[in-house]
């Protein structure tokens, strides 16, 4: 059968955009040319605050008291679990060396970026696992210098807890500054900072729009869009878990999308019934959040079979995946198109936002058809080297001289044939490709 919507977007993630690229650019373009008197007019503008931009080590210590010893606890937890998983994916790329032909060896070296820029939502909420998530990951990559940026309160100043989160996970850096202009700081260079090599990071279409900008003279993590969340459930899903779940990723934003694709249509509808009481049971800001989110982007989708279920998850390719069915290894197997898959009615996407250990920034907007999340890695270059001993690189020389000349590229053929002339005098090779 073909698939069936019980409940249908009248929106999308696109839906409603502006156009900020210009606003953003001459934001950025002001900056570069004003430094860091320009960074704070931006500031003053936008964060309405004029405190210190750099955290100091006794403002540190001010927050850190601030933060009560519960919390100071939960966030040492989830940092320990992520940079357990950091390190088990480093452990994962090694330096290695391979003689390809006789007297060619090969390479390959993995080197961490110098300056990592990791950029923290405050605003409404304290992002503190946005902290825990981009710091930790940096350090265990071995960045030699971490900054990080966070919108301040006015009048008040970065959350406490995102502080002691970002010191005890590696910081070098905490700046009280937010916006295209906390982005600019850490990629120019401001405030005496390294010019940063990458810029990590969740935040608003305005830290997206910038980052999307300077991408080329920095790297970055991904272009993120507001988060998604998919739930694949069979007749076995506990229908409250299901509704639950997908509540508490409505209430990211009024457009974040929540699916559920099922082959069972008693558990779509009961699920469908249970989900306004659980939206009307949230907090106010919350509320009008997951209520948003559910009206105008959420789906309900009734499928034939889990094939037919799979198949849809991977055409959404969704940040979060969840599923609530039988024979998790077959789902595991057959799934491609993921930011982050949860198993099991035991793990919930929110253990992987705030606390398990895998990384919570994930590709959006179908973006897991390409790409992964934020891991070690992507604070790492892998690269490459060679080394040959002269009779390792006859054969070697031979090819490239009539593969260049075949391109057109003499200038390449003639760097192959200066070494075969001194290495090995009084020899006649044909270096003439055929045509």
Not at 120 to 148: D, L, Q
Not at 226 to 246: C, F, G, Q, Y
Not at 266 to 291: K, S, T
Request: hydrophobic share 45%.
């Amino acid at each position: 059968m073909a698939r069936e919507y019980l409940k249908k977007a009248t929106l999308t993630a696109q839906s409603g955009a502006s156009d900020v690229h210009d606003l953003v650019q001459d934001i950025l373009s002001d900056i570069e040319a004003g430094g860091d008197a320009k960074a704070m007019e931006y500031a003053a503008k936008f964060d309405k605050y004029d405190g210190n931009v750099m955290i100091t080590a006794e403002e540190i210590a001010a927050a850190t008291a601030l933060v009560p010893q519960k919390l100071k606890d939960d966030i040492q937890f989830a940092h320990d679990n992520v940079k357990r998983f950091a390190e088990a994916q480093k452990a994962t790329v090694s330096n290695f060396e391979y003689e390809i032909v006789p007297g060619l060896i090969a390479g390959q070296k993995a080197i961490p970026v110098d300056a990592a820029g990791c950029y923290v939502p405050g605003g409404r909420y304290s992002h503190i696992a946005s902290a825990i998530m981009t710091v930790t990951t940096a350090k265990v990559a071995g960045c030699n210098h971490i900054a990080v940026a966070s919108p301040p309160r006015p009048g008040v100043g970065v959350a406490p807890a995102i502080i002691y989160a970002a010191h005890i996970c590696g910081a070098d850096k905490i700046m009280a500054m937010g916006g295209v202009q906390g982005v600019a700081a850490m990629t120019f260079g401001l405030f005496g900072l390294p010019k940063a090599n990458i810029l990590v990071g969740p935040g608003n279409q305005f830290v997206a729009e910038a980052k999307r900008i300077l991408f080329g003279r920095v790297g970055i993590d991904m272009i993120a869009g507001p988060t998604d969340s998919l739930i694949l459930a069979d007749k076995t899903a506990d229908p409250h878990i299901v509704a639950t779940d997908l509540v508490s990723q409505a209430e990211h934003g009024y457009n974040s999308p929540v699916w559920l694709v099922t082959d069972d249509r008693a558990l779509a509808e009961d699920v469908m019934n249970r989900v306004p009481d659980l939206i009307a049971d949230l907090p106010e800001v919350n509320r009008d959040n997951a209520a948003a989110a559910w009206r105008d982007y959420a789906e309900v989708i009734l499928c034939a079979d889990r094939e037919e279920m799979a198949a849809c998850s991977d055409d959404y390719a969704p940040e979060h995946l969840t599923v609530q069915a039988q024979d998790l290894p077959w789902w595991l197997d057959r799934l491609s198109c993921y930011g982050s898959l949860f198993l099991g009615e035991e793990t919930t996407v929110s253990y992987g936002d705030k606390a398990s250990g895998t990384n919570h920034v994930l590709p959006t907007s179908g973006a897991a058809s390409y790409t992964g999340g934020l891991s070690v890695h992507k604070y790492m270059k892998i690269v490459t080297w060679q080394q040959a001993t002269r009779e390792g690189s006859k054969r070697v020389a031979e090819a490239t001289a009539r593969i260049s000349r075949l391109e057109g590229m003499e200038g390449h053929a003639r760097a192959a044939d200066v070494r075969l002339a001194k290495y090995f005098p009084g020899e006649n090779f044909d270096l003439t490709p055929d045509e």
